[in-house]
């Protein structure tokens, strides 16, 4: 594959930067196939295992997130310096070795240390990733192109679910695990064959600059930009919901009585064509906002917060088998990865060109240890207690809270763009 060099705004995309975005979004695809696994296998290894769903929240959150977001500023830190199609080689082939290893796993314990390094690895691809995207197209279609990107996470998750409804009843849970491993040691080989474009804003005459000056980038840009850190807050709210749906499989299963190969099918159908659609149409949206109002990416970002909200509240109230249940869940998938392309265009937007990596590597730090790692703890522990319906419901109130920082974030841009 090409280079793809950089482009700017009045320049149209080329096909080399359009096939590096599907490369890409085709191991991000892998990445959630892989991140994904420990819920869509839910059910089975609180069987097989005598798991709790605190357990499987706390595997399927913190457990990964919170090795992966702090290793994950580091990578952030070094996709600045080095070249990134290397580091992120590297990450694919240890995330992929522990996934593997993960299917050997007896005990909560032996699923929770493999967890840990896949973590570790996934962290070098999103900051890399995002930041050849951003030297590859232009400020116009970023949006786009990061919706586009974050398509994998509803078609990792859906291939995650199919793929355990029709291996794990046949063959068993740990087989899944197994066939993974194997895939992603074959994609961290193909991936040394890509090219990664050449920076924006900067030359090789440039000298490099330290860890501490780039860290000095973001800590400035973060006093500068209020709005940066209201997004960063109304980002972690919503991730909080989103996460909160790792246990949707288990919820449907335990409360609304469907078979584990009937549940996780159509979850990872709905997951797949809902997911998909609503990256398209999420990030299309927002790039429309941005092109008609100067804090457009924001205000978008407060819509679909409330169209979040409400179709969650619907889908974990209604009974299973009616229209509206599935309509709910269909419109509930569709935001749930929906905003993270819109979310990351405007992190990009109030971010210092020379430090782009690193603050959406700080960006991951915050959502993830803010919402992804406690929503499905949080709501795992209110399902021990409760029931999943309580905790499911507890994390659409938290959703709603997002329109709030998003809406000041709006009103205090004022259109001043870091470079």
């Known amino acids: ?6 482009t700017t705004d009045n320049e149209r ?13 085709a191991l991000n695809v892998l990445n959630f196939v892989d991140r994904t696994l420990i819920s869509s296998l839910g059910p089975l290894l609180i069987k097989d295992l005598g ?7 706390l595997l399927a959150g913190y457990g990964f997130v919170f090795f992966y977001t702090l290793v994950g500023l580091f990578f952030g830190l070094a996709a600045d310096r080095w070249r990134r199609i290397p580091l992120v080689s590297l990450g694919v082939a240890l995330w992929s070795a522990m996934t593997a290893l993960s299917g050997l796993a007896r005990s909560f314990l032996q699923l929770a240390l493999p967890r840990i390094f896949v973590g570790v690895g996934e962290a070098t691809l999103t900051p890399s990733a995002l930041s050849m995207l951003g030297d590859a197209f232009p400020r116009r279609r970023l949006a786009t192109a990061s919706g586009i990107y974050y398509a994998g996470i509803p078609i990792g998750t859906a291939l995650s679910l199919i793929a355990s409804s029709w291996i794990a009843p046949r063959w068993g849970w740990r087989t899944c695990f197994y066939t993974l491993g194997i895939l992603g040691v074959v994609a961290a080989a193909l991936l040394l064959l890509v090219r990664e474009p050449a920076r924006r804003g900067s030359s090789a005459s440039e000298p490099a600059r330290t860890l501490l000056e780039l860290v000095a980038d973001v800590a400035c840009v973060l006093r500068a930009r209020s709005e940066l850190l209201l997004v960063l807050l109304g980002g972690s709210l919503l ?3 989103s996460a ?3 246990l949707t499989l288990t919820w449907l299963v335990e409360d609304r009585k469907l078979p584990f190969a009937v549940a996780a099918f159509r979850a990872g159908v709905i997951a797949v064509v809902a997911g998909f659609l609503g990256n398209l149409v999420c990030g299309w949206f927002a790039d429309w906002c941005a092109r008609r109002w100067t804090s457009g990416r924001m205000g978008s970002l407060a819509v679909f917060s409330v169209a979040f909200a409400g179709s969650a509240a619907l889908f974990y109230s209604l009974p299973a088998g009616t229209v509206p249940f599935y309509v ?10 929906g905003f993270f392309g819109p979310f990351f265009a405007a992190v990009q937007e109030l971010s210092p060109a020379q430090a782009r990596s690193t603050t959406l590597a700080f960006a991951l730090l915050s959502i993830n240890l803010l919402g992804v790692g406690p929503g499905p703890l949080i709501t795992g522990r209110i399902g021990d207690l409760r029931g999943l319906t309580s905790g499911l419901l507890v994390s659409v ?6 329109v709030v920082p998003f809406v000041l974030a709006a009103r205090r841009f004022r259109g ?3 470079s």
């Open 51 to 57: 798991l709790s769903r605190a357990q499987i929240g």
């Open 416 to 418: 001043e763009r870091t």
């Open 13 to 25: 995309v080329s096909s080399r930067a359009w096939l590096l975005l599907l490369f890409l979004t």
């Open 397 to 402: 109130a938290v959703i709603i809270l997002a």
């Open 244 to 246: 909160s749906g790792l």
């Open 239 to 241: 991730c909080y919901g």
């Open 1 to 6: 594959m090409s280079d793809p060099s950089a």
């Open 328 to 337: 709910s869940w269909f419109a509930t998938a569709a935001c749930s990865s």
